[in-house]
């Protein structure tokens, strides 16, 4: 009898204490807590809990993702993607894991791009280019945070207002960013962009994954595919040279799996240029699904599907150890990769790639799916 009662109380301890934490539970499946201040805003961290029990974890600080915690071939659960412990770190450390990123992804050449006769001008902050949406692109904002309270799913709603000419590209932008966690785990990402004045647009989310759970050893074992018959060489200060090359016969064809790694060191100019893989793919869009990777020793599985016409496949080479994660884990040298779905870098200078203006009175809407199990 005592027992019993004991067990009881123990019980209601921890339905009460789990209510305090306002837990992400299958009730409540968005905790939503303060993280940080920057530049005067709050920064919250949003804990995402699906039914199966597994969580993902989002800031509206770049509107990103900072945690995927998913299980092994063995139930064995671990975070696969790049973020920091600390809010201060994730402020300071790099500009680019699991964000959201505009309002141009990857590169326009020498940042500058000319719209109806007009030539803009934006920062420099890549070699001679400009990268990212430039040092204040959205990565580094603080966005709109509002939780879905009656979704059927975990869903997290991110806004945010980009003035006319910030970063040098015209019109008042509005952006959404909607993030629903499924029970099947996978990570739908709706965008929806909208501008008062013809600009250009080029959205991703950056996001670093490795399979073997984020911090444990390098990419190169892991096997990917890419449904994709060609993808745009680029020169020396990595912007595409304007030509479509056929991925077959090269180390740049995943249409067949392969690991990262098998054909990485070749001699070919394209990976000397990449130093690795850092080149969009252009995407035959014939499949639902676009990319998938696989990690054998633990049997997670990534599926990438998108309306996107590219998937920009960076293999981390530029990572260099000097970052240190969650667990006191450094980032080291290809030991992340990102699968960004996008347009084609530097579209703006490039009329035969597909347009990436947007105009008055037009909604830009995508969707990418980042779906996890295990084979
Ligand atoms: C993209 C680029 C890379 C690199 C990373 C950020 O993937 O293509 O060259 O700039 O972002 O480090």
């Not at 409540?28 to 029990?53: A, C, D, I, M, S």
């Not at 740049?252 to 392969?258: E, L, R």
Request: proline fraction near 5%; hydrophobic fraction near 35%; charged fraction near 20%.
């Amino acid at each position: 009898m005592m027992k019993r009662i004991l067990l009881l109380s123990l019980v209601i301890v921890a339905a009460v204490s789990t209510s305090c934490n306002n837990s992400a539970t299958n009730k409540n499946p968005v905790r939503q807590e303060l993280f940080g201040n920057h530049k005067g805003k709050e920064v919250y961290l949003l804990t995402l809990t699906n039914k199966e029990g597994n969580v993902i974890r989002l800031t509206n600080f770049g509107a990103r993702i900072t945690w995927i915690e998913v299980p092994d071939k063995d139930g064995k659960k671990d975070n696969i993607t790049f973020g920091f412990d600390e809010f201060e770190s994730m402020i300071n450390g790099d500009r680019y894991f699991g964000a959201v990123v505009g309002r141009y992804a990857n590169r326009i050449a020498k940042g500058k791009f000319t719209l109806d006769g007009v030539e803009y001008s934006l920062p420099i902050n890549n070699g001679v280019n400009s990268l990212h949406g430039g040092p204040g692109g959205w990565h580094s904002s603080v966005w709109e945070t509002e939780v879905v309270k009656k979704a059927e799913e975990p869903t997290v709603v991110f806004t945010l207002k980009s003035p006319d000419m910030e970063e040098g590209y015209p019109g008042n932008m509005n952006i959404k960013v909607t993030y629903t966690w499924t029970d099947k785990n996978e990570i739908v990402l709706d965008y929806e962009c909208t501008t008062d004045k013809k600009t250009v647009l080029n959205i991703t989310n950056h996001a670093y994954f490795n399979l073997h759970g984020a911090g444990n050893g390098d990419i190169l074992d892991h096997v990917l595919t890419i449904q994709s018959s060609a993808f745009t060489p680029v020169d020396s200060n990595l912007i595409p040279t304007g030509e479509s090359l056929p991925v077959a016969g090269t180390p740049f064809d995943f249409s067949t799996p392969h690991t990262v790694g098998e054909r990485i060191m070749d001699e070919f100019q394209q990976l000397k240029l990449g130093g690795g893989y850092d080149h969009n793919f252009i995407l035959d869009n014939a499949s639902e699904v676009d990319a998938t990777l696989y990690d054998p020793s633990t049997g997670r599985y990534m599926e990438v599907i998108t309306d996107q016409p590219g998937i920009q496949f960076y293999s981390g080479n530029f990572l260099k150890g000097t970052l240190i994660g969650y667990g006191g884990k450094p980032y080291n040298y290809r030991s992340g990769l990102c699968l960004e779905t996008q347009h084609f870098p530097d579209s703006p200078n490039h009329p035969e790639f597909p347009t990436t203006v947007l105009n008055p009175g037009e909604t830009m809407k995508s969707t990418t799916i980042y779906r996890f199990s295990v084979k």
